[in-house]
């Protein structure tokens, strides 16, 4: 089909409103998959596949640079309805992440041949446990630069995310006792909340004046504890959700908290165990690739200004992949990130179409930049 006709703003944003009408939480994405490769072969893309985790993975050009532009097809749970209000469009998965991924999608459909290859993937259970993604990075897909989808607003470019280290700790203080003698037995309630607080205190020492993307948090997200309403507790669980920023690393951090764990339990006298439930390095893109530099040129074309380059405090894909494989990662997108996972969740259309643009720049001026670093 040819592309110049196809993409009118119409066009780009009846795709979106059709996307949005779909409901996909995680794992209940292959409505989506079906409809994206469906729309992939009336835009030109090649080698259209849903792989064995149902992620839609398809190309479109050729030549180098190769470049990965992966979104997720999945949202979280819960329906908003799909209506136009001004210049919002409204729906679950509006701001995240569906229009970053039909951005993607019709940005990938304008790359002329021989001006690099686009591997555009739309991923499963992002908002889960990641099993898209943790497929995707399995293949053997041989790739230069890689784009996340993700609400950034489109004047911001992610170059960085922190790391996560989940960990279930179990402090078990050997007896119980009736609620009415409760000087008979430590309580391991009692006994988790004082582990856990000197537990993050040393965790997160010594951090004074750092911005918020470059400081570690370690936060309670979990607790459970106690059979009985008159019997005090002999054993509780607790999670830690840490999250690392990328002046550390997981080994770093596992190692404090293993001597931490094993000198509080002493000096509480209490037994104490903890299990890593999960475990993500941090990752940043360098400043000066040419894929930072490609997004900088992006977005002065249409929005007239540079755009702000941030350390966001969350996880995302592009820790595993960038980590993986050692290639410029960054994640962007049209959308308001505050909006994410909302009752009413929304995208305003303009920027939606504006994010189109940015991205077909983007991919533009990485091909030229990616070609000059290669000449001699």
């Known amino acids: 089909m040819d592309s110049s006709f196809t993409i009118t703003p119409r066009f780009s944003i009846k795709l979106l409103e059709k996307a949005l009408r779909l409901y996909t939480p995680s794992l209940s994405e292959r409505p989506m998959a079906e409809f994206l490769a469906d729309k992939c072969d009336d835009l030109g893309f090649e080698n259209v596949r849903i792989d064995e985790v149902g992620n839609l993975i398809a190309t479109i050009g050729s030549g180098s640079p190769r470049v990965l532009l992966c979104g997720h097809m999945d949202t979280v749970p819960g329906k908003v309805k799909v209506r136009k209000e001004g210049d919002y469009l409204y729906g679950r998965g509006a701001s995240d992440a569906k229009a970053p991924l039909m951005a993607m999608l019709l940005a990938a459909s304008t790359v002329h041949r021989n001006n690099g290859t686009i591997i555009f993937v739309g991923a499963v ?49 050997g007896d119980s006792a009736h609620a009415s003698a409760p000087w008979l037995a430590k309580n391991a309630i009692e006994e988790s909340m004082k582990f856990t607080y000197e537990l993050k205190q040393s965790l997160e020492e010594n951090q004074e004046g750092k911005s918020k993307g470059m400081i570690l948090t370690a936060t309670m997200t979990e607790i459970k504890g106690g059979d009985s309403h008159n ?146």
Not at 133 to 154: T, V
């Open 125 to 173: 259970d992002e908002e889960g446990n990641a099993t898209g993604i943790k497929n995707l990075a399995k293949q053997k897909l041989d790739i230069d630069y890689a784009i996340f989808g993700e609400p950034s607003g489109i004047t911001q470019v992610t170059i960085a995310y922190k790391g996560r280290i989940a960990i279930n700790l179990k402090v078990n203080v």
């Open 231 to 376: 019997v005090t507790p002999k054993e509780c669980d607790t999670i830690m959700d840490i999250r690392i920023p990328v002046t550390m690393n997981c080994k770093m951090v596992g190692e404090k908290i293993s001597a931490k764990v094993s000198e509080i339990s002493k000096r509480l006298g209490v037994d104490a165990f903890y299990s890593v439930l999960d475990e993500t390095e941090p990752f940043e893109a360098p400043m000066d690739s040419p894929l930072v530099r490609a997004f900088t040129l992006g977005v002065m074309d249409v929005e007239r200004k540079r755009p702000a380059l941030i350390r966001k405090t969350g996880t995302g894909d592009m820790n595993i992949i960038g980590t993986l494989w050692n290639i410029p990662v960054v994640t962007y997108g049209p959308g308001d990130p505050h909006a994410s996972h909302t009752i009413d969740e929304r995208v305003s259309m303009n920027e939606y179409l504006r994010g189109i643009e940015v991205l077909r720049n983007t991919l533009q001026h990485l091909k030229r930049l990616h070609d000059n670093k290669k000449a001699p």
